[in-house]
């Protein structure tokens, strides 16, 4: 690939890794200027509330976190999507069913795209009032992209806590019986796993086929697709990292592994990130480093559409979890 070496990418350097390649050199030296292609996604963050506190959240979120989006911004939220035309909307946090107005932002949301996603740690799901969160999600033919970690029942409690291994089957179960991840629905259920240590993921292509076989065959559950994504060395995963000791050791296979065939692939390429607060972001990594779209603070509301393409993709070390292996697409 043609580029111009002198690259200018944005950096926070706050927030970069210490003792590594810095990114943009790693990004130049293979002649690479990681550039924005045409943005068909809008990836909405609901906040840092949440019922678990995984060891591998890159957000810190939790149940003692009181960030959430407001009513006002996820009116401004549907605004831009209305004037972007996004082919897909994708709803994350925290736990995205817990934030109050939830059921409002699927209402107003939903009828805008033709691929609408909600991100699901599974468990948030089974809350009282989760049977109407749960139909309509099903009456707007919502995508859903459960976290399931591994079908190791400890290795999945040791990083999600007690408890939610069982949890977690028995919401995958539900959702199989109203018709989610079944064949001939069109109720699609995907699932994300992530190493539960300071390791890459395995093929994603054999950790599919692996949970395909073993869900259906001790639970009978079923589903559509499998994503195995490398965890960031950010938030709350750095820290574990540091305390295990394994952190310098993570970093250097993250580097060492950079896969130069995934920047075509890279999420952040056709994806703009919304913050709770309604800032722009290029990914929801960037929104855990506070690194903003184009290197300043602008709101969705002052966005006329999406970014342009051929605009300059912020960076930061915390990159390569994504361009490692297989990548993070």
């Known amino acids: 690939m043609e580029t111009d070496l002198n690259i200018k990418a944005i950096n926070n350097t706050h927030h970069e890794l210490p003792d590594v390649i810095p990114f943009n050199t ?17 990836q909405v963050n609901l906040g840092l509330l949440c019922n ?80 109407y969160l749960i139909d309509l999600l099903k009456k707007n033919n919502v995508v859903i992209v459960a976290s399931f970690p591994s079908i190791n029942e400890s290795q999945t409690n040791s990083q999600r806590g007690k408890g939610m291994f ?12 109203i018709g989610y991840g079944m ?6 259920l995907n699932l994300v796993s992530n190493p539960s240590g300071a390791f890459l993921p395995s093929s994603q292509d054999q950790t599919e086929i692996r949970f395909k076989k073993i869900l259906k065959k001790k639970w009978n559950i079923s589903f559509n697709n499998l994503y195995s994504f490398a ?11 540091e305390d295990s000791g ?19 692939g890279l999420m952040c390429r056709t994806l703009v990130s919304v913050s709770w607060e309604g800032y722009v972001y290029d990914c929801d990594f960037n929104i855990a480093c506070d690194l903003p779209l184009g290197g300043e ?33």
């Not at 790693?26 to 809008?42: E, Q, S």
């Not at 709101?299 to 999406?306: C, E, L, N, R, V």
């Open 246 to 264: 394994n952190y310098s050791q993570y970093l250097e296979k993250l580097v060492s592994g950079f896969n130069s065939c995934s920047i075509d």
């Open 26 to 42: 790693t990004l130049a030296d293979n002649r690479i200027n990681l550039l924005r292609d045409k943005t068909t996604t809008l």
């Open 297 to 329: 603070r602008i709101h969705i509301s002052d966005m006329p559409g999406a970014p342009e393409e051929g605009s300059i993709i912020a960076v930061a070390n915390h990159c390569y979890a994504c361009t490692s292996g297989m990548g993070f697409t």
């Open 52 to 131: 678990q506190e995984c060891k591998h959240c890159h957000l810190d979120a939790g149940p003692g976190r009181t960030e959430i989006m407001s009513k006002e911004t996820i009116e401004h939220v549907a605004s831009y999507a209305k004037r972007s035309e996004f082919r897909t909307i994708d709803i994350t946090g925290g736990a995205p069913e817990m934030n109050p107005n939830i059921n409002y932002l699927i209402d107003i949301l939903a009828p805008l795209t033709k691929r609408f996603m909600l991100r699901s740690n599974l468990s948030a799901l089974d809350y009282s009032k989760s049977n």
């Open 166 to 177: 069982n949890k977690s089957v028995e919401v995958l179960k539900k959702l199989n019986a």
């Open 231 to 241: 965890n960031a060395p950010i938030g709350r995963f750095r820290y574990w990292l």
């Open 183 to 188: 064949e001939g629905t069109g109720l699609e």
